[in-house]
């Protein structure tokens, strides 16, 4: 139970007054010129959660060429790209003849990207998708789990999405896992990060270790808040298993599993699965 204004408040308004908290030091920032280089407003960075902006992108940049094979001139789709932790780090890995697309439905920060971003790297595109979130996006029409990518078949080498079906509720998790396999070219790779319920993260929640309480059980997942579900949602290791499998997804002899249910061997924060498109 969740006590306290900030309990008392639906997600997607928290997600309003942090921005609105932190825009003064944004506006300090920027008439003093503090902000050199590729670093968004700190609003926007709040937004996303906790960690080190800059360092969340370097850790995955090296888990996209070390787990998922990413090569320099990949054709690359960031799926909720957000304000483009990923590809700040990507603009100076990704050769100028690869390509890189991202979309997100929160249309401010895909504004900052396309200002800050594409005038310096012309090869990487960013687009706004007008797409339903409860959390992110409460008022537009279009269901994530109706939705279209705006890409034709098999067009990307290597498609990711960081801390996006973490906030995905089934339905909306399929449909994007079909245009991801739609979008990939034959042999190309998806990168997914998940929350992943399996007997060893079902013990550490049990225990009390996990650093997020699943405890709502939904048709198809757990959630921590059920006021707001897609603030965080896990799915059983074994439904994603058959899912990627019934989309034509091959997932790898191994996934990287996360510590954000207490375990204490991991590779990143949130577990990770990389399949190959068949
Ligand atoms: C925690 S943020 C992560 C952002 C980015 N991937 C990163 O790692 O920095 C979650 C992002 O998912 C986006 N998102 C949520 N639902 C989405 C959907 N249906 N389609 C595309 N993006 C979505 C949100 O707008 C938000 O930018």
């Known amino acids: 139970m969740k006590t306290g204004l900030r309990g008392m408040l639906p997600q997607s ?13 944004d506006l300090i ?5 503090n902000r ?32 998922g094979g990413l090569q320099r001139t990949s054709a690359v789709l960031d799926v909720g790209c957000g304000v483009g932790r990923m590809a700040i780090p990507l603009t100076s890995w990704l050769d100028a003849t690869a390509r890189y697309e991202g979309f997100d439905i929160t249309p401010e920060e895909i504004r900052w990207c396309q200002k800050n971003i594409t005038p310096k790297f012309p090869n990487f595109h960013f687009r706004h998708s ?11 029409k279009t269901r994530a789990s109706e939705y279209r990518f ?19 509720l089934p339905a909306d998790l399929e449909n994007y896992l079909a245009e ?26 049990r225990q009390g270790r996990s650093t997020l309480d699943f405890k709502f059980q939904l048709e198809g ?7 707001a579900p897609e603030s965080a949602l896990a799915y059983s290791e074994e ?37 190959t498109r068949i």
């Open 13 to 25: 308004l928290r997600l309003f007054l942090r921005k609105i908290y932190y825009a003064p030091k």
């Open 29 to 33: 920032e920027t008439v003093r010129g």
């Open 36 to 67: 050199s280089g590729l670093i968004p407003p700190t609003r926007m960075i709040k937004s996303i959660g906790g960690g080190d902006f800059r360092k969340g992108g370097e850790e995955f940049l090296k888990l996209f060429i070390e787990l």
């Open 130 to 140: 007008d797409v339903y979130s409860h959390v992110y996006n409460p008022t537009a």
């Open 150 to 168: 705006p890409f034709g078949d098999g067009e990307f080498d290597f498609v990711f999405l960081t801390s996006v079906f973490t906030h995905m």
């Open 180 to 205: 991801i396999a739609r979008v990939l070219k034959p042999g190309g790779r998806s990168f997914i990060t998940y929350f992943l319920l399996n007997d060893e993260s079902r013990e550490l929640l």
């Open 221 to 227: 997942c757990m959630t921590t808040d059920t006021e």
């Open 239 to 275: 439904s994603v298993r058959s899912l990627n499998t019934r989309h034509g997804l091959n997932v790898g002899s191994r996934i990287w599993y996360g510590f954000w249910c207490g375990r204490s061997e991991f590779t990143s924060y949130q577990d990770i699965v990389v399949s």
